[in-house]
């Protein structure tokens, strides 16, 4: 634990604002439910991302960069961050379970720190050399910003999942 987290039950706020986060989540995982790994490699857009790079992005760039990283302030986290674009690519030989496995697992290491981290705690870390001076300050605007993301991230993987199968998935029915 660093110096700003205390192992107390996280409050209201937090538990609410959780709960959506892993509704976005349960929407990543559950929009490509029943894909193979083949279609889940598919790129179907002209920018050329496909299905399990964004979801390795939201693994490695999202959940571990901004909880890890960012809130916790973990050095081997923060010294093993990627630049770029490269979590994104994923390479031929590694199986789509993985990936996906890795998403929940990050999903899980960020709750950890979500729910020992009061939601005005400050950030442990931030990387002015990609963002310049902060633009979010508490663990509160964090997970403003990651659910944002994950649910934009969601959208897109409902567009390419409808483009390679035709399948919805409806956001009040789930």
């Not at 442990?124 to 934009?152: K, Q, S, Y």
């Amino acid at each position: 634990m660093t110096a700003h987290q205390n192992a107390t039950t996280p409050d209201n706020e937090i538990r609410a604002v959780l709960k959506v986060l892993d509704g976005q989540r349960r929407h990543v995982l559950g929009i490509l439910d029943g894909l193979d790994a083949k279609a889940l490699r598919r790129p179907v857009l002209p920018s050329g991302w496909h299905c399990l790079g964004l979801v390795q992005h939201l693994a490695l760039d999202v959940e571990r960069f901004w909880f890890q990283a960012v809130v916790a302030g973990d050095e081997a986290t923060v010294l093993g961050l990627t630049s770029g674009d490269e979590a994104w690519n994923v390479a031929p030989d590694v199986p789509a379970t993985e990936v996906l496995d890795r998403y929940r697992r990050e999903a899980e290491l960020a709750d950890a720190v979500v729910t020992t981290t009061p939601a005005d705690a400050p950030l442990a870390w931030w990387p002015r050399d990609l963002f310049g001076e902060p633009h979010l300050h508490t663990l509160r605007d964090v997970l403003l910003h990651v659910i944002t993301e994950t649910a934009c991230h969601a959208g897109h993987l409902d567009a390419a999942r409808e483009l390679i199968d035709g399948r919805r998935w409806l956001v009040l029915t789930q």
